[in-house]
């Protein structure tokens, strides 16, 4: 099953990019990995279901959400990086996709108000 939305295609490569660094935590780090990864799926899935929602008015505001949850975890991001767990290289590669995910979800928040 290929997946059509792009948002979903941009989410998915980027969340495949972080898992792919094998980062190592420390003990005293390791709560952090268990809120990046459980957002990193949270929020992929959120996007799964708000996408088979589309056609529900009620989606708008779950799509802000997903704004708000996207600045999150750059926010979690940042922290690998104080902690010295992940790169400047890596974070970085890591936001600018964030970042196209983060347009094309304003995008389709704009799109979804003209059509209201």
Do not use: P
């Amino acid at each position: 099953m290929r997946d059509k939305l792009k948002i979903i295609m941009l989410y998915k490569r980027m969340a495949s990019k972080y898992l792919g660094y094998q980062l190592i935590f420390s003990r005293k780090h390791y709560y952090l990995k268990d809120l990046v990864e459980k957002e990193l799926f949270s929020l992929l899935k959120e996007i799964y279901i708000i996408n088979e929602l589309s056609q529900n008015n009620d989606t708008l505001e779950q799509k802000r959400s997903l704004v708000g949850r996207i600045k999150y975890l750059n926010f979690l991001f940042e922290r690998l990086v104080d902690f010295k767990i992940m790169s400047e290289k890596q974070y970085k590669v890591l936001y600018i996709e964030l970042e196209n995910i983060y347009y094309s979800l304003i995008g389709w928040i704009k799109c979804e108000k003209r059509s209201s």
